[in-house]
C-alpha cells in the first residue's frame, strides 16, 4: 500500500550523509518545514493557495466544493454518460407514479411531490448531491487537521516553544519566518485538499453505479425528493433477464421510501454527521507509520513524487489511524448500526408495498442485497474515508428486525421509531425485536414505580 509520500531522511545512497541527530530532524523526517514544502512542491501543491489561507483569503479546514466538482467529473468524462431523454423521462415519471401509490400501504411517512426532473443524469446526479457529501466530510477535515496540528505542536513545542517562530527557505518564497500556528493552517489546508480529491474520486465513481438520488441510503439532498438515473437503471437491470419496466418499477419503490424516510427525519442528517465528528475526534497521526510506509513505497517503485495522485493514498495507507478508544469504537458502532437500519427499513418496505404486484420481486431483491453486500456506495464511501466496513450481516439482522416490529405491533409503531434518535435500537437490540418492545413499553399500574 503507498503511504504519504515523503522520502524518509538517510535512506538514498546517492544523497549526502546527514547527521543521524534527531534535534535535527522536524516532523516526518525532515531536517525543517523547508523540505516538507519543497516536496509538496514536486507533488504538485499549490503552494501559492497554501499561503493565502495563512492571510484570510481560504478557510484552513474547508473542503475545496470546486475541486471535488472537477475531479468527480473528470472520473465521470473517463466512463461516459448518456442525456436524459424524453422516453427517460416518461418511463421514470410512470414508474415514480405506481411506487408512490404502492408505497402508500407500506409507511405512514407522508408522500412527497414527484418533481419534473425525477430523470437524472449522472453529472446532474453529482451536481445535485455534492453539498451533502461535503457536509459529511467535514468532521474528517477537521479531525485530521487536529491530528496534524497536535503532532506539529507537539514536535514543535519541544525545539522552541509554542511561541516560536522558525525561519525556513521555501520555494517560491524565499527565507520566510512562519508561526507554528501558520504552519499547522498550512497543514490544515493540505488535509483538506487530500480529502477533496479522495472524496472526488469516490463520488465519481459513485456516480456510475447509483441508480437513484438516495441509493446511497443518506440524506444527501436538500430539499429531498426521488430522482431516478435512467442510465444507470438500464446497467442495474442487465443480464437479469428481468423487463425493464419492471426493474424499474422495483428502483423507483426504493427511491420513493427511501426519499420519505428522510423527508420525515430531519435530525437524520445530523445524526450521521455527529458520528462521524465523533469518530474524527480520535484520529492522530501516526509519524513511525508515515516514515515506514514512505520507504516502502519508494523502495518498491508504488510511489511516484512527480504524481499528485499518490498524495491521496496517505488517507487509504495508514498516515491517519484511530486511537481505538471506546469513544471510537462507539462512534463506529452507531454509525454501521444507522446505516444499517436505514437500508433495512428501506427493503422491508419495499418488498411490502411490491407484495406480489412485481412477478419477479424474490430475484430483484436478492441482486439488491447480494450488491450491497459486495458494492454498496456507503461501503465505498466509508471504507474511504474512515475505514468502516458495513456488515452485510447486520443490514440482514436490520431487515430482519423491521419486519418483525411490523409483525408483532403495526407499521405505525415501526415508522415511529424514526421519530428521534433515541429511540432507534442498538447493535444488540437487532436480534431481539420483542425485547426491544417491551423496553419500550409503559406498565398499566405505574403504582410500584413510586
Given amino acids: 500500500m503507498s503511504g504519504f509520500g515523503f522520502t524518509p531522511e538517510d535512506n538514498d545512497d546517492n544523497q549526502p550523509d546527514k547527521p543521524n541527530n534527531p534535534a535535527n530532524s522536524g516532523p516526518l523526517g525532515f531536517g525543517n518545514f523547508g523540505d516538507i514544502f519543497q516536496q509538496f512542491s514536486g507533488m504538485g501543491l499549490n503552494l501559492q493557495g497554501l499561503m493565502a489561507s495563512l492571510s484570510g483569503q481560504a478557510s484552513p479546514s474547508a473542503l475545496s466544493q470546486q475541486m471535488i466538482r472537477d475531479i468527480s467529473r473528470k472520473y465521470l468524462s473517463a ?49 445535485s448531491t455534492l453539498a451533502g457529501w461535503e457536509e459529511l466530510a467535514k468532521p ?15 514536535t514543535l513545542g519541544s525545539e522552541g516553544g509554542s511561541e516560536s517562530t522558525p525561519s525556513f527557505s521555501i520555494p517560491g518564497f524565499g527565507n520566510m519566518n512562519i508561526s507554528q500556528s501558520s504552519i499547522s493552517a498550512i497543514m490544515g489546508t493540505f488535509m483538506s485538499s487530500l480529502i477533496s480529491t479522495q472524496l472526488g474520486q469516490t463520488i465519481g465513481n459513485l456516480s456510475t453505479s447509483v441508480t437513484g438520488a438516495n441509493d446511497v441510503a443518506l440524506p444527501l439532498t436538500s430539499p429531498i425528493r426521488p430522482q431516478l438515473i435512467p442510465q444507470n437503471v438500464a446497467l442495474w437491470g442487465k443480464d437479469l433477464e428481468i423487463p425493464e419496466a419492471e426493474v424499474r418499477i422495483y428502483l423507483a419503490l426504493r427511491e ?36 515506514q510506509q514512505a520507504e516502502d513505497a519508494m523502495n518498491s517503485g508504488e510511489l511516484d513524487p512527480s504524481n499528485p495522485e499518490s498524495m491521496t ?48 420481486m424474490i430475484k430483484l431483491r436478492e441482486t439488491q442485497q447480494r450488491r450491497r453486500a459486495t458494492n454498496s456506495p456507503t461501503q465505498q464511501l466509508f471504507a474511504t474515508l ?18 418483525k416490529i411490523a409483525t408483532l405491533k403495526d407499521i405505525q409503531s415501526r415508522d415511529q421509531i424514526w421519530d428521534e434518535s433515541f429511540l432507534l435500537p442498538t447493535a444488540s437490540d437487532l436480534n431481539d425485536p420483542e425485547g426491544f418492545l417491551k423496553a419500550r413499553e409503559i406498565p398499566d399500574d405505574l403504582s410500584g414505580l413510586i
Fill in 79 to 127: 466512463h461516459g454518460e448518456l442525456p436524459v431523454s424524453v422516453q427517460d423521462l416518461v418511463a421514470t415519471q410512470e414508474a415514480f407514479n405506481i411506487a408512490d401509490l404502492w408505497i402508500n400501504e407500506a409507511t405512514t411517512f407522508p408522500t412527497l411531490v414527484i418533481p419534473d426532473t425525477c430523470a437524472l443524469s449522472r453529472r446532474d446526479w453529482i451536481d
Fill in 256 to 291: 420513493v421510501a427511501a426519499a420519505r424516510l428522510f423527508a420525515a427525519t430531519p435530525w437524520l442528517r445530523e445524526y450521521v454527521r455527529n458520528s462521524i465528528a465523533l469518530y474524527g475526534k480520535g484520529i492522530r497521526v501516526d509519524i513511525t507509520a508515515i516514515t
Fill in 140 to 154: 474528517l477535515v477537521d479531525g485530521m487537521s487536529q491530528a496534524m496540528s497536535d503532532m506539529l505542536n507537539e
Fill in 313 to 360: 493514498m496517505a488517507l487509504s495507507g495508514g498516515m491517519f489511524t484511530p486511537e481505538e478508544t471506546p469513544a471510537q469504537r462507539d462512534a463506529l458502532e452507531k454509525l454501521e448500526t444507522v446505516l444499517a437500519l436505514i437500508e433495512g427499513w428501506i427493503d422491508a418496505v419495499v418488498a411490502h408495498a411490491a407484495g406480489d404486484r412485481l412477478p419477479s
Fill in 386 to 403: 474512515v475505514g468502516l466496513e458495513v456488515s452485510p450481516r447486520r443490514t440482514r439482522e436490520a431487515i430482519t428486525f423491521w419486519e
